[in-house]
Nanobody, 126 residues
Framework: QVQLVESGGGSVQPGGSLRLSCAASGYTYNANCMGWFRQAPGKEREEVARIKEASDRDGSVTNYADSVKGRFTISQDNSAKNMVYLQMNSLKYEDTATYYC??????????????WGQGTQVTVSS
């Protein structure tokens, strides 16, 4: 059974930075795709970013929600593929949410993720 464990959440002032980490375990093959979602109180869960291997070249393909483009960067451990990170810079009040690591194992990333972490809280407050 795949397990995803997030870390790195916390409280930060507006304009500050945080780096979230997600460690995957219990798998026998790499995920097709990994990503980060977030859910703020009273709002639906939304996708923040995702990363997967490029099909036509070396390297990765990344996608970001418009609200975080230019501020957040998703990356992955290139050797082991079992770690994914979310570097969050220039944080805003509206980035406050519970952040969830997600993975697509054995399924297309056209579908919703089939594995989720337990979530880590990010609070942006002065």
């Amino acid at each position: 059974q795949v397990q995803l464990v997030e870390s790195g959440g916390g409280s930060v002032q507006p304009g500050g930075s945080l780096r979230l980490s997600c460690a995957a375990s219990g798998y026998t093959y790499n995920a097709n795709c990994m990503g980060w979602f977030r859910q703020a109180p009273g709002k639906e869960r939304e996708e923040v970013a995702r990363i997967k291997e490029a099909s036509d070249r070396d390297g990765s393909v990344t996608n970001y929600a418009d609200s975080v483009k230019g501020r957040f960067t998703i990356s992955q451990d290139n050797s082991a593929k079992n770690m994914v990170y979310l570097q969050m810079n220039s944080l805003k009040y509206e980035d406050t949410a519970t952040y969830y690591c997600a993975a697509w194992y054995g399924i297309s990333d056209i579908s919703p993720p089939n594995y989720w972490g337990q979530g880590t809280q990010v609070t942006v407050s002065s």
